[in-house]
């Protein structure tokens, strides 16, 4: 008989892992439901595709699949992706330095350089990160995996979500175990930029000794000249991650980027595994980054924009939404839920948002995300900016649900709940990370 015993043989702080929970746990894509939980790109891929779906411009400069060469490992170094990706971003609008692939660590999404950061800068059991929440569920995920402490200092409400640096440089001062400060800008759920000169503040710090990374992973989404990519070449401790899972409609192939100084980036590179980024993603993306799929980008975050102006005009018209928090740089908006009419005196309530979340998915089909468990979002749903057709649905269907809601007639397939129930769905229904 094996003296193994899994409770005593594996790392206690794995043991203690929650299950990962993200989008597609609770409602698939089935072809029925529209889908604005994720954040995806509805438009699709921005791949210059022709009507079979196939590359519609072969030419030298536009890669295409090799399915001949899937038997050999693919590219290590990755240079020529990493040049694009510098091509990209080189806009000299923060810097008249020049990115190049020097200053790249390419992972499997964001994912991988969040996890990557945390294993190259900090000692489990010992140092800590910090966050700013409300904020992206993964890197205090992946904090936990490596047996790390979080350290938080909340975004501020009353500011429209805005980063607190001079908060932040207390709490590094006082706490030299803290190796790293995560800083998702745009956030995620809140829409928001976070301004140049709050970051700089905590870059400035004259005696803490980490490194500070900011998420990108919605930057093509806010104002034109926005990505702080290049701005690394101007810091030794800067870490900017973006993807092209959102803006370039490509989250199937899972390719992320992590630019920051040369040096932190041989670092990065030197503790991946050797083939991280397989042929056909290395493929897609350099086609994706080539002049004509960019040109699709950008026709498909237009018209995503558009839609984003819509909502920002049409859904405060419904009986029942309340305000707009955070910003609305992204391809998502945050949005307060009342428990009735603001005519009436409503007030953005949990229990109000999270019956409406699920009366949408469950009875009409159109998926959202509740978001409010989280600081600050009391009330709030994240909704993710469809297409045209997708808003048309969604504005009909969030009318009509919380007029059943406000009228006492909504009833989920799950029927009604009592409140240790509610209470239960609000703490599953935010574990979702998206």
């Given at each position: 008989?094996?003296?193994?015993?899994?409770?005593?043989?594996?790392?206690?702080?794995?043991?203690?892992?929650?299950?990962?929970?993200?989008?597609?746990?609770?409602?698939?894509?089935?072809?029925?439901?529209?889908?604005?939980?994720?954040?995806?790109?509805?438009?699709?891929?921005?791949?210059?595709?022709?009507?079979?779906?196939?590359?519609?411009?072969?030419?030298?400069?536009?890669?295409?699949?090799?399915?001949?060469?899937?038997?050999?490992?693919?590219?290590?170094?990755?240079?020529?992706?990493?040049?694009?990706?510098?091509?990209?971003?080189?806009?000299?609008?923060?810097?008249?330095?020049?990115?190049?692939?020097?200053?790249?660590?390419?992972?499997?999404?964001?994912?991988?350089?969040?996890?990557?950061?945390?294993?190259?800068?900090?000692?489990?059991?010992?140092?800590?990160?910090?966050?700013?929440?409300?904020?992206?569920?993964?890197?205090?995920?992946?904090?936990?995996?490596?047996?790390?402490?979080?350290?938080?200092?909340?975004?501020?409400?009353?500011?429209?979500?805005?980063?607190?640096?001079?908060?932040?440089?207390?709490?590094?001062?006082?706490?030299?175990?803290?190796?790293?400060?995560?800083?998702?800008?745009?956030?995620?759920?809140?829409?928001?930029?976070?301004?140049?000169?709050?970051?700089?503040?905590?870059?400035?710090?004259?005696?803490?000794?980490?490194?500070?990374?900011?998420?990108?992973?919605?930057?093509?989404?806010?104002?034109?000249?926005?990505?702080?990519?290049?701005?690394?070449?101007?810091?030794?401790?800067?870490?900017?991650?973006?993807?092209?899972?959102?803006?370039?409609?490509?989250?199937?192939?899972?390719?992320?980027?992590?630019?920051?100084s040369p040096q932190i980036a041989t670092l990065l590179n030197n503790l991946k595994?050797?083939?991280?980024?397989?042929?056909?993603?290395?493929?897609?993306?350099?086609?994706?980054?080539?002049?004509?799929?960019?040109?699709?980008?950008?026709?498909?975050?237009?018209?995503?924009?558009?839609?984003?102006?819509?909502?920002?005009?049409?859904?405060?018209?419904?009986?029942?939404?309340?305000?707009?928090?955070?910003?609305?740089?992204?391809?998502?908006?945050?949005?307060?839920?009342?428990?009735?009419?603001?005519?009436?005196?409503?007030?953005?309530?949990?229990?109000?948002?999270?019956?409406?979340?699920?009366?949408?998915?469950?009875?009409?089909?159109?998926?959202?995300?509740?978001?409010?468990?989280?600081?600050?979002?009391?009330?709030?749903?994240?909704?993710?900016?469809?297409?045209?057709?997708?808003?048309?649905?969604?504005?009909?269907?969030?009318?009509?649900?919380?007029?059943?809601?406000?009228?006492?007639?909504?009833?989920?397939?799950?029927?009604?709940?009592?409140?240790?129930?509610?209470?239960?769905?609000?703490?599953?229904?935010?574990?979702?990370?998206?």
């Amino acid at each position: 008989m094996s003296s193994f015993n899994l409770a005593t043989c594996a790392r206690p702080n794995i043991l203690e892992l929650k299950p990962y929970r993200c989008a597609r746990d609770d409602y698939k894509d089935d072809g029925t439901n529209i889908l604005l939980d994720a954040n995806e790109n509805a438009y699709g891929p921005s791949l210059d595709l022709n009507q079979d779906g196939l590359n519609g411009h072969q030419t030298s400069s536009n890669p295409k699949l090799d399915f001949l060469g899937l038997n050999r490992y693919p590219d290590p170094h990755q240079h020529d992706l990493k040049q694009l990706l510098c091509n990209l971003r080189n806009t000299h609008a923060h810097t008249s330095k020049t990115l190049t692939p020097a200053n790249i660590f390419v992972g499997v999404g964001s994912d991988e350089g969040i996890d990557a950061v945390l294993r190259c800068f900090c000692a489990p059991g010992r140092e800590k990160i910090l966050t700013s929440p409300p904020t992206y569920g993964m890197y205090a995920v992946s904090a936990q995996v490596n047996d790390l402490e979080v350290v938080k200092v909340p975004l501020d409400t009353s500011n429209h979500f805005s980063l607190r640096p001079d908060a932040i440089n207390e709490k590094l001062a006082s706490d030299p175990s803290i190796k790293v400060v995560y800083i998702c800008s745009p956030g995620n759920p809140t829409a928001n930029l976070i301004s140049k000169s709050a970051i700089q503040k905590v870059l400035e710090h004259p005696s803490w000794n980490g490194v500070v990374v900011i998420d990108e992973a919605y930057i093509d989404f806010a104002t034109e000249g926005s990505s702080l990519a290049e701005w690394v070449t101007e810091w030794p401790n800067l870490i900017v991650m973006q993807t092209l899972s959102k803006a370039f409609g490509l989250a199937g192939i899972r390719l992320g980027a992590a630019f920051t100084s040369p040096q932190i980036a041989t670092l990065l590179n030197n503790l991946k595994a050797p083939y991280n980024i397989s042929s056909p993603t290395s493929a897609l993306a350099s086609t994706a980054l080539q002049p004509k799929s960019l040109e699709v980008m950008k026709q498909n975050r237009a018209k995503i924009l558009k839609q984003r102006e819509r909502l920002l005009e049409e859904l405060p018209n419904v009986p029942g939404v309340g305000r707009f928090l955070g910003g609305a740089e992204s391809n998502f908006l945050l949005v307060e839920i009342l428990d009735k009419p603001r005519e009436e005196g409503g007030k953005p309530k949990n229990e109000t948002a999270l019956a409406v979340y699920e009366a949408l998915a469950e009875t009409r089909g159109v998926v959202v995300r509740f978001r409010g468990k989280e600081h600050g979002c009391n009330g709030c749903l994240r909704i993710t900016v469809g297409t045209e057709k997708e808003v048309d649905k969604f504005l009909q269907e969030i009318r009509a649900v919380l007029k059943a809601a406000h009228g006492g007639t909504l009833v989920t397939v799950n029927g009604k709940a009592d409140e240790s129930d509610e209470i239960g769905k609000e703490v599953a229904a935010s574990e979702i990370i998206a």
